[in-house]
């Protein structure tokens, strides 16, 4: 059964309590009483690994798409399932094995409307009143006008969202050199995209949005609402979050391998 373990027995450490996942899981770990003498416990359902869309590994790397309008405003998260998701990305290599993030998820309506106002004042006077593209294709300009009305909807809706995760890095690179900068953003967003595929493998999605860092003041403005020490971390945008309304989502066009490969030189 997928998504199931598929041995007949686990093996149960010491200390149960340090497994991760599930309440489910450490009720039956700290329940069961007919482990062998090696720490082995017949595998029932109880054990069964957290519930995942039935999806492989490409199927979730080709359809995690950035979540708008899909998102369900009704339905609250459960802190375990960001916990669970936080746990994957955590495992994400970053330079010297630093591991310099901190995470924050904002419910507190009262911050989300804070956030949301900060949003705003860049996103009304920039991508609110910025004309469609106008493209000779029409597929491609029915694709604008969605991308248009999907971040209209999620402006308007920002503070609405469950949770809004805000991701930040030790340090700061403002006006560093190409190398330093590489160097400071691959420990980072790789580490959040992980965050965003584990989302997507649970029925969850995200958008990545960074119009509160485009003002020069607004990442100090968002950093004064949430305590952040602005002088010493560095945030990587506001992620809003939620369960999507459905969970069919599909791979999108791109253009031929052969138009942007190049092998030994350019």
Request: some cysteine; glycine content about 6%.
């Given at each position: 059964?997928?998504?199931a373990?598929?041995?007949e027995?686990?093996?149960?450490?010491?200390?149960?309590?340090?497994?991760?996942?599930?309440?489910?899981?450490?009720?039956?770990?700290?329940?069961?009483?007919?482990?062998?003498?090696?720490?082995?416990l017949?595998?029932?359902?109880?054990?069964?690994?957290?519930?995942?869309?039935?999806?492989?590994?490409?199927?979730?790397?080709?359809?995690?798409?950035?979540?708008?309008?899909?998102?369900?405003?009704?339905r609250?998260v459960?802190?375990?399932?960001?916990?669970?998701?936080?746990?994957?990305?955590?495992?994400?290599?970053?330079?010297?094995?630093?591991?310099?993030?901190?995470?924050?998820?904002?419910?507190?309506?009262?911050?989300?409307q804070?956030?949301?106002?900060?949003?705003?004042?860049?996103?009304?006077?920039?991508?609110?009143?910025?004309?469609?593209?106008?493209?000779?294709?029409?597929?491609t300009?029915?694709?604008?006008?969605?991308?248009?009305?999907?971040?209209?909807?999620?402006?308007?809706?920002?503070?609405?969202?469950?949770?809004?995760?805000?991701?930040?890095?030790?340090?700061?690179?403002?006006?560093?050199?190409?190398?330093?900068?590489?160097?400071?953003?691959?420990?980072?967003?790789?580490?959040?995209?992980?965050?965003m595929?584990?989302?997507?493998?649970?029925?969850?999605?995200?958008?990545?949005?960074?119009?509160?860092?485009?003002?020069?003041?607004?990442?100090?403005?968002?950093?004064?609402?949430?305590?952040?020490?602005?002088?010493?971390?560095?945030?990587?945008?506001?992620?809003?979050?939620?369960?999507?309304?459905?969970?069919?989502?599909?791979?999108i066009?791109?253009?031929e391998?052969?138009?942007?490969?190049?092998?030994?030189?350019?």
């Amino acid at each position: 059964m997928r998504n199931a373990f598929s041995v007949e027995r686990l093996h149960v450490p010491r200390q149960p309590s340090m497994i991760p996942g599930t309440n489910g899981i450490r009720e039956a770990l700290s329940t069961a009483t007919t482990a062998d003498s090696n720490g082995w416990l017949p595998l029932t359902k109880e054990l069964w690994m957290p519930d995942l869309l039935p999806l492989t590994v490409e199927e979730v790397l080709t359809t995690t798409r950035s979540v708008r309008k899909r998102l369900d405003l009704e339905r609250p998260v459960e802190h375990e399932v960001i916990e669970q998701c936080l746990r994957i990305a955590m495992q994400t290599p970053s330079g010297s094995n630093r591991q310099a993030w901190q995470w924050l998820f904002i419910e507190d309506p009262a911050i989300k409307q804070k956030l949301a106002d900060i949003y705003r004042k860049q996103f009304d006077v920039t991508y609110r009143v910025t004309p469609v593209g106008a493209y000779d294709d029409p597929k491609t300009q029915a694709q604008a006008v969605r991308r248009r009305e999907s971040a209209v909807w999620l402006a308007d809706h920002f503070e609405d969202v469950p949770l809004i995760m805000i991701p930040c890095q030790a340090g700061r690179v403002d006006g560093a050199g190409v190398g330093e900068q590489a160097g400071f953003w691959g420990s980072l967003l790789p580490a959040v995209w992980n965050f965003m595929l584990a989302l997507r493998t649970r029925g969850l999605g995200s958008a990545w949005v960074t119009m509160n860092l485009a003002r020069p003041e607004g990442e100090r403005e968002t950093a004064e609402v949430l305590g952040i020490p602005y002088e010493t971390y560095t945030q990587a945008g506001m992620f809003p979050i939620g369960y999507t309304k459905g969970t069919d989502f599909k791979p999108i066009p791109t253009p031929e391998v052969s138009a942007v490969l190049h092998w030994d030189r350019w």
